[in-house]
């Protein structure tokens, strides 16, 4: 495997290096926070071993930062903050593994080895696409048949449940649920109202209609359907 190890104490640094090379596996080390982030963000990594307290920037935030960038490479906390706080801390941060200081090198190998050979996770898609309709999650752009569709936040979030459930019918109080966070029907005609807005912006200037109304159920959204 490559391994990166972000981790600014020579004397470990040079002691896990050797133990990583003489396993067959190849380690590349930083000693610098931001540069570990940098370098983490540059190449492709089978697992990075982080210690928490670092020059530059702090274990934390570098694998928080990998997290938010989609880099999925597992990670593997190796620092001498143990406290059952710190550990749950380090997970929630994104961290897939947590060994603390001082350490045995064969039980960081057998972590290392075991979360080398995970599966890869799924990314989830970022993109999602109906027919000529597309909506780009990270851009929160919609484009039909390449042209940019300008939407209103809540447009947005109601087109995206709608994509999401594809061809299946979603109900008034789904729609309530799921973008408006209302658990009851406040007897208003909010989902109505931008239903019509949505279709007049997402199906009417087009030549197929996507967007469908169930009479007295909901409403779907699909391809057109031929035959």
Known sequence: MRILLIEDDTKTSDYIAKGFSEAGHVCDVIGDGRDGLFQAQREAYDVIV???ML???????IVRSLRAAKVGTPALFLTSIGGVDDRVEGLEAGGDDYL???FA???LLARVNALGRRPPVQEQRTVLKVADLELDLIRREARRAGQVIELQPREFTLLEVLMRGEGRVITKTMLLERVWDFHFDPKTSVVETHISRLRAKVDKPFQAQLLHTIRNTGYSLHAPRTG
């Open 55 to 61: 020059p530059g920037l702090e274990g934390l935030a």
């Open 105 to 107: 090198f064969s039980e």
């Open 100 to 102: 603390t200081k001082p």
């Open 50 to 52: 982080v210690d928490r």
